[in-house]
């Protein structure tokens, strides 16, 4: 599989399956459409060996870098990374999962493969693209969301999940789901989360944009739009990766390149 693929696919996992886009009926739906090959089954079936028998060595030669973690997890980005945090993302209650998995029950869906129902993804060189969280690191998330939670400003509601945490060289600004809905909250420059923020506001739209990739938030504040481009795969270098649209009435009045942060 070409790199910017499997680029475009854990993205495509962290903002579609793991918000719950797609359900895994939905899923299954490709998956009656599409015969795989015993030839991709033997090479899916060689990496849940190596899983099954704890060959962490062989596991670690078998996972596309970076292997993206939920925010605020960090990613992982080598062989020597994933090697030391195997045990956390393959805890004995998610290895009982796939030992107790049917190779039968993998399954296709947008150009990759899949086992416990979409838990851990792969492409057709058996090579590890995605995987779910272990009840192990969802300890560690909720230790850090915690953390994170416990140094922000004391107004601030706590939130669902965490979509983007971004800065760039005039703001930092980050996007939560809320019980409220989507939310933004922006710090001026040389502003900590510590602070109070300069904006807050609630009841964001989320968008997808096509079939490609990228996701789209806009806020609104009177006659002013607060609109956050992910744009996974551009065609343009200049216009991938995330950006914050300012409208006045619908007309763009200044745009910011954004770093996205953990």
Not at 120 to 142: C, L, Y
Request: net charge neutral; hydrophobic share 35%; charged share 25%.
């Amino acid at each position: 599989m070409k790199k910017n693929s499997i680029q475009w696919f854990w993205k495509y996992y962290n903002k579609l399956f793991i918000s719950l886009i797609f359900s895994f009926n939905i899923l299954c739906s490709f998956a009656q459409n599409e015969k795989i090959s015993p030839s991709i089954i033997n090479k899916i079936t060689h990496t849940i060996n190596l899983i099954k028998g704890d060959s962490i060595t062989k596991l670690s030669e078998m996972v596309y870098y970076p292997l993206k973690r939920a925010n605020p997890l960090p990613d992982i980005f080598s062989e020597r990374e994933f090697i030391a945090s195997y045990h956390i993302l393959f805890d004995d209650e998610f290895k009982r999962k796939i030992l107790t998995d049917s190779i039968s029950d993998i399954f296709f869906a947008e150009g990759n493969y899949a086992i416990l129902n979409g838990e851990v993804w792969f492409d057709e060189n058996g090579i590890i693209i995605a995987m779910g969280s272990s009840t192990s690191e969802k300890k560690i998330q909720d230790a850090l969301t915690r953390k994170i939670f416990d140094s922000m400003y004391a107004w601030i509601k706590p939130w669902i999940r965490n979509c983007l945490v971004i800065k760039s060289d005039g703001f930092l600004a980050r996007v939560d789901e809320t019980e409220d809905g989507y939310r933004y909250i922006s710090w001026g420059k040389g502003k900590t989360i510590s602070e109070k923020p300069d904006i807050i506001l609630y009841k964001g739209d989320k968008d997808f944009m096509g079939t490609q990739g990228g996701v789209q938030y806009t806020f609104k504040n009177g006659d002013w739009s607060y609109v956050f481009v992910d744009d996974y795969l551009s065609e343009r270098p200049e216009t991938e990766g995330v950006h914050l649209l300012l409208l006045y009435k619908g007309k763009e009045k200044k745009s910011y390149k954004c770093e996205e942060l953990k």
